[in-house]
């Protein structure tokens, strides 16, 4: 089974709120990109590398990947005005013959080999996708414009879903047509009635949202 990875890393970064779009913030002495990029690349179970890049910032993405030797690097492509946008882009790099696909964020750059081998296995038994993801711990209550609660969710079942996303490719490919959004794949292949297994993500997983979580990721390089 070919596996393919799409890694979307053309979002603004507006929380960060750096100078630069976050995939080329500064983690350790390297753009947060290439951490990810460089385990992707590495891991034993991906085949090719589809990089999704900010407009503008395909050159700089793939001068990264060359000076990484990221030789699974096919394509480097930019990305849309939303995430979604972004995976389109991206798996329309990705052939016919290929089996699986994993999308993953730039912003979660300490992927452990153990989740991508976790998320790949369900499509063997036949889902239509698997998503790492922790039980909630706090209390989650949703909350209206003016601070007042409109309702306290029942914790027991929830949970904080994180990427790499797998699914098969042309399952992802349907879900993908038109124009549906989500802020992950999964949702969106949800929503075209497919079966999405939960398996167990990783606190590494954590995503870099602001310069809090990126002195967090750059501790744990
Ligand atoms: N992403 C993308 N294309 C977009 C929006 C997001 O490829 N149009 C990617 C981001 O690069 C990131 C992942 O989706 O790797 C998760 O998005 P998020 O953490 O929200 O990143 P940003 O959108 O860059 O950050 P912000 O929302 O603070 O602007
Ligand atoms: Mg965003």
Redesign the pocket.
């Known amino acids: 089974m070919s596996v393919w990875a799409i890694l979307?890393?053309?979002?603004?970064?507006?929380?960060?709120g750096a100078d630069q779009?976050?995939?080329f913030a500064k983690l350790g002495d390297l753009p947060l990109l290439a951490e990810p990029l460089r385990r992707l690349d590495e891991s034993a179970w991906v085949d090719a590398v589809v990089v999704?890049a900010p407009p503008g910032w395909e050159e700089p993405a793939i001068l990264l990947a060359e000076e990484l030797g990221a030789g699974k690097v096919r394509a480097c492509v930019a990305?849309?005005?939303?995430?979604a946008?972004?995976v389109r882009a991206g798996i329309a790099e990705v052939p016919g013959e290929a089996a699986a696909v994993l999308v993953h964020?730039?912003?979660?750059p300490l992927l452990p080999e153990a989740v991508i081998e976790r998320v790949l296995a369900p499509l063997v038994e036949g889902w239509d996708g698997a998503v790492p993801a922790l039980p909630v711990p706090d209390t989650v209550k949703r909350v209206g414009p003016e601070g007042g609660v409109v309702e306290t969710l029942p914790r027991d079942g929830l949970w904080a879903v994180q990427t790499p996303q797998a699914f098969p490719v042309e399952v992802l490919r349907r879900a993908l047509a038109g124009d549906a959004q989500a802020t992950d794949c999964a949702g969106l292949v949800e929503a075209a009635g497919g079966r999405v297994k939960v398996v167990p993500g990783d606190p590494l997983l954590r995503?870099?949202?602001t310069a809090d979580d990126l002195a967090w990721a750059a501790a744990l390089l």
Do not use: Y
Not at 8 to 16: F, K, N
Not at 105 to 108: F, L, T, V
């Open positions: 979307v890393a053309a979002g603004r970064g507006e929380r960060l779009p976050k995939a999704v990305g849309g005005e939303t995430r946008g972004s964020d730039a912003a979660r995503k870099v949202t």
